[in-house]
């Protein structure tokens, strides 16, 4: 017998099974064989949320949530932040390997060809309500898109996949850029690809006209720093779904707008928004405690704060406090840094958050920059969308070519009704 396996006995029948073990994990198929009956369906596992289910092989992302550590294609999320940029960064996590400088300047040229909207799509996003939700637009645009451009079917065409990656990183910033002006009903710009990713999102949701403007540097390299935070952070909640529509062989865009949907949650992408109404609502130090035991009463979430995977302080959110100081020295202090600063003092030494490992997650500090940037709340999932989307297309690539994966299609324990005969209206 093979030592690398588990033994199952079912104490119902008696029967031992051998399961074998691949990568400290067990294929559920295997469960299968466990039966009471020949004609039984067999075992199952039952794992609401996926807490202990891979539901892919995949090289993109590490994450060791005990110890704090995150890694795209084994480079650490510190050095990345450090001495690289999000487009090579989104070329590292698609491509798998880090770029040649030809490679690099090839990669951007095309991203940054990309970065027009057809008219059509123009036109649709002045379609929405001048407070439409600039989230809720880009879903409706990223959906869109596929009308466009209708050859993204061909999802098993490297090629036709790739000019897809290079369109959608392209036009995502100039349509959140829209979706803002939008907002605020000023006249739309036209992307500059001259200035960079980061430059150039900027200048579209900035620029007025004047003769002088320039896009700050220290403001293009901190989004470019954050862009980089948020570029991947393997199975979670939006990457699930991209991967989930994927596999029926949607087109990218179609996927994407499901992945953008997920992501609008305030349990997900949805958080840094929430944190920042969070700490508005507590409003100043002295009223820190008071909230704290309305967290502890299960009245309210503490919101930043627990990750399903980090049991530890989240690398990102270091990473993210370190650039608020750098952002703060051009833009004002955000008065609310004050309020997260003692807010995460005191729950770092309360019991309740200490037992349950809550620590800050990558959203407590990153809409307050956001907000010192001058970002509305709600562009915050938007970018938040931004900084994700090589994630998606690099995890969603991965899914297309992996010859084991299947269309997604879970598994139920059904403990409804059985049998009933319809009763006529009349008579019930
Ligand atoms: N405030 C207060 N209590 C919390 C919090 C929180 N933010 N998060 C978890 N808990 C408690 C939870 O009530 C539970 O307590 P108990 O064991 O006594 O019932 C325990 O901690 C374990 O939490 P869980 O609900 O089992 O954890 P989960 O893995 O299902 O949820 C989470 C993870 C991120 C959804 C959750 O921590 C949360 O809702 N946090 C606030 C929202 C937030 O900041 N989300 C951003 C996540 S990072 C960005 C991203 O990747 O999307």
Wanted: aromatic fraction near 10%.
């Amino acid at each position: 017998m093979s030592t690398n396996s588990l033994t199952i006995t079912d104490n119902r029948t008696g029967e031992t099974y051998e399961v074998p073990i691949q990568d400290e994990t067990i294929n559920a198929i295997n469960l299968r064989k466990i039966k009471v009956q020949q004609d039984d369906f067999g075992m199952m596992t039952y794992d609401p949320g996926y807490t202990n289910t891979a539901s892919c092989k995949s090289r993109i992302t590490f994450i060791d949530g005990d110890k704090g550590i995150l890694e795209y294609r084994g480079y650490p999320i510190e050095q990345l932040a450090e001495k690289s940029s999000f487009l090579e960064v989104s070329y590292l996590i698609i491509h798998g390997e880090l770029p040649t400088a030809d490679q690099l300047a090839h990669w951007e040229q095309r991203i940054m060809r990309h970065t027009y909207i057809h008219e059509n799509l123009t036109d649709m996003l002045k379609t929405f309500r001048y407070d439409a939700h600039p989230m809720g637009i880009l879903v409706s645009a990223i959906a869109s898109m596929s009308t466009l451009h209708p050859e993204a079917k061909e999802v098993h065409n490297p090629e036709v996949r790739m000019k897809q990656i290079y369109r959608i990183m392209g036009k995502l910033p100039t349509v959140a850029a829209f979706a803002y002006r939008h907002r605020i009903g000023r006249p739309y710009n036209y992307p500059d690809s001259t200035l960079g990713y980061s430059g150039n999102f900027l200048y579209m949701l900035d620029f007025m006209g004047q003769s002088n403007y320039e896009v700050n540097p220290v403001l293009a390299r901190a989004l470019d720093i954050l862009f980089i935070l948020h570029a991947d952070h393997e199975q979670n909640c939006s990457t699930s779904a991209m991967r989930s529509i994927g596999s029926s062989e949607a087109d990218p865009y179609s996927s994407m707008a499901g992945a953008a949907a997920a992501l609008y949650g305030p349990l997900h992408g949805g958080a840094n928004e929430a944190v920042l109404r969070m700490l508005g609502e507590i409003g100043s130090v002295s009223n820190i405690p008071s909230f704290i035991e309305r967290v502890k009463k299960r009245e309210v979430l503490l919101m930043g704060f627990g990750h399903r995977v980090y049991k530890n302080y989240d690398p990102r959110a270091r990473i993210i406090k370190k650039v608020a100081y750098e952002v703060f020295e051009v833009t004002q202090k955000n008065p609310l840094l004050d309020v997260a600063i003692e807010l995460e003092r005191i729950a770092l030494e309360d019991d309740f958050f200490v037992s349950r490992k809550l620590y800050p997650n990558v959203d407590f500090y990153s809409g307050i920059i956001y907000q010192a940037m001058g970002f509305p709340v709600d562009m915050f999932p938007v970018l938040f969308a931004l900084g994700r989307a090589p994630g998606w297309l690099a995890q969603w690539v991965e899914m297309v070519d992996d010859p084991e994966q299947r269309i997604s299609r879970p598994r139920q324990i059904y403990l409804g009704e059985r049998g009933r005969d319809y009763v006529p209206v009349d008579q019930r």
